[in-house]
Structure formats: structure tokens, C-alpha cells
């Protein structure tokens, strides 16, 4: 059980953490971790993606529903073509591309669009379209990457990735303690993003992705809850954090919709700044009640 003797005893010991700043990213009118949370829409132009309610079956319908999640309160859109799922079919750049770029001129005037890919490619032709973040879901090409998102001025969203990409099914630490093990994954990564002209920085602990040693349901989802409650000791880093929020269908079953709005209540009080959900209503609903409620 999630207690507060627990949520307590994390305050204490890492107190230190909590008292850290850290930085804003800053894309234009939007900004991150300036104390407001802020909800980031996604909207999957693959059918293999995990969260069926994400799946816009044409570019219209990726275009309709990312302007329904902005109507809802999403200042930024997650825009993807490939399912980060180890087993989906793979598609290729020129692929992405065709789907990506008419939806990305179509809706870039209205909020701020991020492209989800590890395809440099795919980098460029939707930052030249007008997508102003980079959700970078590989390494392979990562200075690459970084050269691109610096030569428009756009945002990274950097994710937890230790292969070629999140498609090669990799592990996470397991200890009872996994946040110094990412603070010593992105570290090394965040220099060399500055190095090579990046500025605006969020990082991704990839609780949204495929691990090999995560297959039981429980075990995953006791690893994300672990994660999205102790976001804060991340803060060492400097940047602000985001996090995809879990759907658990195994706890929540016929009622998995209202799980990331359980996990968003989470992430808020572990110290989450950027929030990528799939229920962009329900999850401002509760960061809202969060806001304005009292309990002291």
C-alpha cells in the first residue's frame, strides 16, 4: 500500500534532491517546470500501438484528435508513426515521414508538436515542418540527432534508452534503488546534448517502454509507481522531467482509462513536470483538483 508514512520517509531522506532547482525549458510561449504541470497529448499513427484510443486510422483523424486533445488542455502533442512495442512491425523513415509531416504543418500554428522517432530523417523533415521537440527514442544516430534539434532551435526530449533504440527490447535496474542508475544514464547524455548546441532538455525514464526483464504485469507496474514517486531525485541533472503514465490493465481492467489519472496524481507528487498521457482530459481533471486542494 502507498502510504504517507512512505511518502514521508522519501521527503526525509532525500530532502537534499528536493531542494535542488532546476532549470525551465523554454519553447516559445510554453514552458516547462515554471511550477505548473504541463500535459503532453499523444496521438499513435501506427495500429500497433499498445493504447488503442490513441490510434488515428488516417491523417485526418490524427489531425482531428490532436486538436481535440489540445481543446482538452494539451499544450504540447506527441506525434508518432512506429509503436515503441519490441514486437510491432517496423516502418520506415520514408514511411514516417508521409504520415508525420501533413499532420505536422497541419496543427504546428496551433500547439506545440513533438515527433517521436529514432530516425534522423525523420528528424529533420518533421522539425522542418514545424515540430518544435524531439521525442528521441534512439541512440544510434544520437549525435546526429542532437546536431538537427540544435540547427532548428527545438527541444529534446530525451528518453531512458540503452541500445539503438527502444524497439530492441532492453532491461532496467532492478535494485531497490533504480534512480542512480538513471542519473548515471543521462548524465553522460545531457553533456553531449549541450555540447553539441542543445539547450532545452526534458529527460524520459521510459516508464512507457518494452523491457525484457518487465514482462509480469505487477513487477512493471511496481517499477513505474517507484519511478514516477521518486521523479524528484532527478533534480541533480538540473532539467525537468517527463513521464509517460502507465495504464496497468491488469489492476485496473474495465476501468483501465482512469488508470493514468492515478498515475498522474502520483507523478505530480513525485515531481513530474512534463506528463504524456493518452486521457488528456481526465489527467487535467486531477492535476487541477491537485492544484487546488488542501490537506494541510
Same mark, same amino acid.
Given at each position: 500500500?502507498?502510504?504517507?508514512?512512505?511518502?514521508?520517509?522519501?521527503?526525509?531522506?532525500?530532502?537534499?534532491?528536493?531542494?535542488?532547482?532546476?532549470?525551465?525549458?523554454?519553447?516559445?510561449?510554453?514552458?516547462? /517546470?515554471? !511550477? &505548473?504541470? #504541463?500535459?503532453?497529448?499523444?496521438?499513435?499513427? @501506427?495500429? +500497433?500501438?499498445?493504447? %488503442?484510443? $490513441?490510434?488515428?486510422?488516417?491523417?485526418?483523424?490524427?489531425?482531428?484528435?490532436?486538436?481535440?486533445?489540445? /481543446?482538452? !488542455? &494539451?499544450? #504540447?502533442?506527441?506525434?508518432?508513426?512506429?509503436? @515503441?512495442? +519490441?514486437?510491432?512491425? %517496423?516502418? $520506415?523513415?520514408?514511411?514516417?515521414?508521409?504520415?508525420?509531416?501533413?499532420?505536422?504543418?497541419?496543427?504546428? /500554428?496551433?500547439?506545440?508538436?513533438?515527433?517521436?522517432?529514432?530516425?534522423?530523417?525523420?528528424?529533420?523533415?518533421?522539425?522542418?515542418?514545424?515540430?518544435?521537440?524531439?521525442?528521441?527514442?534512439?541512440?544510434?544516430?544520437?549525435?546526429?540527432?542532437?546536431?538537427?534539434?540544435?540547427?532548428?532551435?527545438?527541444?529534446?526530449?530525451?528518453?531512458?534508452?540503452?541500445?539503438?533504440?527502444?524497439?530492441?527490447?532492453?532491461?532496467?535496474?532492478?535494485?531497490?534503488?533504480?534512480?542512480?542508475?538513471?542519473?548515471?544514464?543521462?548524465?553522460?547524455?545531457?553533456?553531449?546534448?549541450?555540447?553539441?548546441?542543445?539547450?532545452?532538455?526534458?529527460?524520459?525514464?521510459?516508464?512507457?517502454?518494452?523491457?525484457?526483464?518487465?514482462?509480469?504485469?505487477?513487477?512493471?507496474?511496481?517499477?513505474?509507481?517507484?519511478?514516477?514517486?521518486?521523479?524528484?531525485?532527478?533534480?541533480?541533472?538540473?532539467?525537468?522531467?517527463?513521464?509517460?503514465?502507465?495504464?496497468?490493465?491488469?489492476?485496473?481492467?474495465?476501468?483501465?482509462?482512469?488508470?493514468?489519472?492515478?498515475?498522474?496524481?502520483?507523478?505530480?507528487?513525485?515531481?513530474?513536470?512534463?506528463?504524456?498521457?493518452?486521457?488528456?482530459?481526465?489527467?487535467?481533471?486531477?492535476?487541477?483538483?491537485?492544484?487546488?486542494?488542501?490537506?494541510?
Amino acid at each position: 500500500m502507498i502510504s504517507l508514512e512512505d511518502l514521508s520517509a522519501l521527503r526525509e531522506r532525500f530532502a537534499t534532491d528536493l531542494a535542488l532547482p532546476v532549470t525551465p525549458v523554454r519553447l516559445g510561449d510554453l514552458v516547462i /517546470a515554471d !511550477g &505548473a504541470p #504541463v500535459l503532453m497529448g499523444t496521438v499513435n499513427l @501506427s495500429r +500497433a500501438s499498445t493504447y %488503442r484510443e $490513441s490510434i488515428a486510422v488516417s491523417q485526418e483523424s490524427a489531425i482531428r484528435k490532436a486538436r481535440v486533445q489540445v /481543446a482538452e !488542455g &494539451a499544450q #504540447v502533442v506527441d506525434l508518432g508513426a512506429e509503436s @515503441s512495442t +519490441a514486437r510491432a512491425e %517496423r516502418v $520506415s523513415a520514408d514511411d514516417q515521414i508521409a504520415a508525420l509531416v501533413p499532420v505536422i504543418e497541419a496543427i504546428a /500554428a496551433e500547439t506545440v508538436v513533438s515527433v517521436e522517432t529514432y530516425e534522423p530523417a525523420v528528424v529533420r523533415k518533421g522539425l522542418a515542418a514545424g515540430a518544435q521537440i524531439l521525442n528521441m527514442t534512439g541512440r544510434q544516430h544520437e549525435d546526429e540527432m542532437f546536431t538537427l534539434a540544435a540547427e532548428y532551435d527545438a527541444g529534446v526530449v530525451l528518453c531512458f534508452v540503452e541500445h539503438d533504440n527502444v524497439r530492441d527490447a532492453g532491461t532496467v535496474s532492478m535494485e531497490a534503488d533504480p534512480m542512480p542508475h538513471l542519473v548515471d544514464h543521462f548524465g553522460p547524455r545531457l553533456a553531449r546534448a549541450r555540447e553539441l548546441g542543445v539547450e532545452q532538455v526534458v529527460i524520459d525514464p521510459g516508464m512507457g517502454f518494452y523491457y525484457a526483464n518487465l514482462v509480469d504485469p505487477t513487477a512493471r507496474v511496481r517499477h513505474q509507481t517507484r519511478v514516477l514517486a521518486q521523479s524528484f531525485r532527478l533534480r541533480s541533472l538540473g532539467v525537468p522531467v517527463c513521464n509517460a503514465l502507465p495504464h496497468a490493465f491488469d489492476l485496473f481492467e474495465d476501468e483501465f482509462r482512469k488508470a493514468e489519472g492515478f498515475f498522474a496524481m502520483i507523478a505530480q507528487l513525485g515531481g513530474t513536470h512534463l506528463f504524456r498521457t493518452h486521457e488528456v482530459a481526465h489527467v487535467r481533471a486531477v492535476l487541477r483538483a491537485m492544484g487546488d486542494l488542501s490537506v494541510g
